[in-house]
């Protein structure tokens, strides 16, 4: 299925958000800097922290999760998928001297890594029809799940959030839905996060041997 449109759109967002804000929260479209830290805390539950493991961010924006996680003393190789050039260049100017960290403009060039994340990529549809935007969050979902050996990881915003502060270029996702999706499709182990001070939830998929 072709997905050109919506990438371009996304693309020419993002490319503008970083462009506009350079490496800040507000350059990936987070309001707050706590909150963009709150979201990485909730999406790393998935991974085994107490050894090295690799780690594909997917929509990596800057690269703002590797700073997160060496902040917590994790030991991790780490590979960053981003469709916009604006992002990626600063992304590889602020870790060119970084060990174990690899940029990259195509999905293909991501290895099988032990798990995936994605943090923000299926909430600005923009103008794109609702329908059109599922069925390309759950080709994404596909693509996560083979690109992960152990698990993988989202957030979406959620269709609980309160109705007057919902905006209309956004998707508000259905964590019943995609608890069931994801139960039926890649894992008995899967878990929805729904307990945490922002408007969405997160979604962790374990994979089982």
Known sequence: MNF?????????????????????????????????LLRFDQLLKVCNHQKQFSINDYGCGYGALIEYMSSKNYQFNYFGYDISTQMLDKAKNLYRNRQSIIFCCQKSDLPVSE?????????????????????????????????????????ILTKYSDAEKMR????????????????????RNVAILHDYSLYEFTVIVRKTS
């Open 4 to 36: 050109d449109n919506i990438l371009k759109n996304v693309e020419e967002y993002y490319s503008d958000k970083i462009l506009s804000y350079g490496v800040t929260p507000k350059g990936v479209d987070w309001s707050t800097e706590e909150s963009q």
């Open 115 to 155: 798990y995936t994340v994605a943090s923000g990529i299926f909430n600005v549809k923009q103008n794109i029809e609702i329908h059109e935007w599922e069925k390309y969050i759950l080709a994404t979902l596909d693509d996560l799940f083979n690109l992960s050996s152990c698990g993988f990881a989202f957030n």
């Open 168 to 187: 209309p270029n956004l998707y508000y996702g259905d964590p019943c839905f995609l608890f069931d999706y994801c139960k039926t499709h890649f894992s």
